[in-house]
């Protein structure tokens, strides 16, 4: 993503020259080959999510989800992509600031499309705020600490109100969507105390900006989910955004993959939903929402190409 601080070539000659302590090169060996077997274990598992949704829905109704990629569906998701990530920049923003992180509203816009467009395309959906955690773990009051609990209160707000909307509108149905509503309220709780946590000691205002561009990343997505009905010419079904967002946001898989499809095609029948169009909306979500982090890709490859003449 971005340069960490205090990463030029100074600094890591003179971290490099120092001696790794007794068993911390084994140490650091086990964790790489942890993290490498969590990728390939988040790979095998939207491979596996998407092959049983095929097994029961449909290949077709997967494959119909690339039928929606054309001009107006792609700049709606450029539109609505920026919107929802406009919205994120500025609680990132708010969120650094309150850790003691000074962060412009260009620098934190860049940010979130560089950490959106890594969470969509590499395994877990973590790896994006991981890094941006990272990069700042040596700025704020609290080394690593201040960052982290930042990026946690962005992300959590987010979901809590994504898995709160699906708790409501699954809970207007009946069994089985109503133990799916039960576990989405239990997580959205959950998800709710832990963006207070991370959010303690922040004004109340500043706390309610939070979660007012929360609502608006959320509402973003949810249209652009809609985009993505409307592009395969089937119904508009908001319950089907919910359902879907809601799974895609859960740390497995890559990009959602899987989860978002299964999740769609499984309740769609208690829902009274036509499930293979469901799930070839959740496909065509898929493709748009990838595409609408593109951005992302040109702020990686800006400061790639910065970096030689930087430690130059």
Known sequence: ??????????????????????????????????????????????????????????AQALTAGFTALGPVSVLAAAVLGFAATGAQALRWH??????GIRLGLGRALADCYASSFANMVLPGGLAGDAVRAAVYRDRGRRRWLSPLLAVGAERLSATTLLFAAAAVILSLHTSPALIAAAAAATVSFGCAIAAVVCMRGMGTRRQLVVWATSALSVA?????????????????????????????????????????????????????????????????????????????????????????????
Not at 265 to 272: R, W
């Open 94 to 99: 708010l969120l650094a600031a309150a850790g």
């Open 1 to 58: 993503m971005t340069q960490v601080p205090g990463t030029s070539a100074a600094s890591r000659t003179r971290t490099g020259s120092r001696a790794l302590p007794a068993g911390e090169a084994p140490r650091r060996t086990r964790t790489q080959r942890g993290g490498r077997w969590m990728r390939v274990l988040a790979v095998i598992a939207s491979v596996v999510l998407l092959a049983i949704t095929a097994r029961l829905i449909g």
């Open 220 to 312: 973003a997505l949810v249209a652009l989910f809609l985009v993505a009905m409307r592009a395969l010419g089937g119904r508009i079904e908001p319950i089907v955004a919910i359902i879907g967002l809601a799974a895609m946001s859960l740390p497995v898989g890559v990009g959602g993959w899987g989860p978002r499809e299964l999740s769609v095609g499984l309740l769609a029948g208690p829902l009274a939903l036509h499930a293979e169009s469901a799930v070839s909306a959740a496909t065509a979500y898929g493709l748009l929402a990838t595409a609408s982090t593109l951005p992302g890709l040109a702020v990686l490859l800006w400061h790639w190409l910065r970096q030689p003449r930087q430690q130059g």
